[in-house]
Nanobody
Framework: QVQFVESGGGLVQPGGSLRLSCTGSRMILSTFTLYTMGWYRQAPGKERELVATFTSGGNTNVADAVKGRFTISKNNSKKTVYLQMNSLKPEDTAVYYC?????????WGQGTQVTVSP
């Protein structure tokens, strides 16, 4: 079964940066290119929310709350999607999840914790 594994989370001070990675496994390269990839986050006591997407057609979108600070990118040869997070704020603290969807099925990663605190 297809799997996505996130990495790169951690503790960072306000104003700092982190880069999250999400790598697909148990899938061939041509399959990965057909997936729309997304980053979501869930803070304690809150619902999971969409942060950014990278469609199979190459279009990107980021949520208004992180626009200008977060960037999503993709390296098909590595079967990896990235979330570059700059100018982090305490309210960015959450578990960040990667999701891959090919229109028929969706797969979620296990999540990686991002904590922004002095």
């Amino acid at each position: 079964q297809v799997q996505f594994v996130e990495s790169g989370g951690g503790l960072v001070q306000p104003g700092g940066s982190l880069r999250l990675s999400c790598t697909g496994s148990r899938m061939i390269l041509s399959t990965f290119t057909l997936y729309t990839m997304g980053w979501y986050r869930q803070a304690p006591g809150k619902e999971r929310e969409l942060v950014a997407t990278f469609t199979s057609g190459g279009n990107t979108n980021v949520a208004d709350a992180v626009k200008g600070r977060f960037t999503i990118s993709k390296n098909n040869s590595k079967k990896t999607v990235y979330l570059q997070m700059n100018s982090l704020k305490p309210e960015d603290t959450a578990v960040y999840y990667c999701r891959g969807s090919n229109g028929e099925r969706e797969y979620w990663g296990q999540g990686t914790q991002v904590t922004v605190s002095p």
